[in-house]
C-alpha cells in the first residue's frame, strides 16, 4: 500500500507515514489500533497469500509454483497434492528433485520455463502426459497458468488424471502432448 492511500486510510498526514516507517516517531495507542485494523482487513492481504489461501483449501491436485534462484519450488500445494503419496510428495518442495516418474514432471517445468510462464509471457499452457505409477502407466492432464502477484510471477499448476483414450484424443487434436494459449 502506498503510504499516501494508508494515510488516507489512517486520517493521517503521509508525512507521519513516511516518519513511522523509518522510525522516527513511536505510534500512539489509537493509530497502533487503527493500524492493526487496516492490516486485518482482507482487502489489505498481499495477492500471494490470498492465491496460498485459495491453493491450500482446493479440493483438487493444485500447487503454486515459484521460479527463485534459478530452481522452481512449490510454495504451497492443495491438501489432494500434499498427500498423493507416492510419487507426487516426493516434489515437496523443490521441483528440482530427481523425478520419481522418470522425467516427466521435469520435462513438464522445463517447458513450463521455456514458453515464459514465469515471465507472463503466456495466459497458459495445457500438458498432457504418462508416467508409472504403481507399477502401471497413467494419464494425466495438466494446466499451468501464470500470476503475478504486483511483485513476481507464480504459476498456479493444476493436475487431474485422465483415460487412456482423452490422453490420446489429445495429442491428436493438438499435434502434440502441448498446447499453449496466448491471450
Given at each position: ?7 488516507s ?5 503521509q ?20 493500524l ?45 497434492y ?15 528433485t ?8 521435469s ?9 515464459g ?5 503466456i495466459?497458459c ?22 500470476v ?20 490420446k484424443?489429445f ?13
Amino acid at each position: 500500500m502506498k503510504q499516501d492511500d494508508a494515510a488516507s486510510r489512517l486520517r493521517v498526514s503521509q508525512s507521519y507515514i513516511s516518519r513511522l516507517e523509518n522510525g522516527v516517531v513511536e505510534p500512539s495507542p489509537d493509530i497502533i489500533s487503527r493500524l492493526r485494523a487496516l492490516l486485518h482487513n482482507p482487502v489489505h492481504r498481499p495477492l500471494v497469500d490470498q492465491l496460498c489461501a485459495i491453493v491450500r483449501h482446493s479440493p483438487h491436485a493444485v500447487a503454486l509454483l515459484a521460479y527463485r534462484d534459478g530452481a522452481v519450488s512449490v510454495i504451497e500445494a492443495s491438501s489432494r497434492y500434499r498427500h498423493a503419496g507416492p510419487p507426487f510428495d516426493a516434489y515437496l518442495p523443490d521441483m528440482q528433485t530427481a523425478d520419481p516418474l522418470g522425467q516427466a514432471v521435469s520435462n513438464i517445468v522445463r517447458q513450463v520455463l521455456a514458453c515464459g510462464a514465469f515471465d507472463g509471457e503466456i495466459a497458459c499452457m495445457e500438458v498432457v502426459w504418462r508416467a508409472p505409477v504403481d507399477g502401471e502407466m497413467r494419464s494425466f492432464h495438466s494446466v499451468q497458468t501464470p500470476v503475478f502477484t504486483g511483485t513476481e510471477w507464480l504459476v498456479h499448476s493444476a493436475t487431474a488424471a485422465m483415460s487412456a483414450a482423452g490422453y490420446k484424443a489429445f495429442l491428436a487434436r493438438n499435434g502434440g502432448p502441448e498446447i499453449v494459449h496466448g491471450f
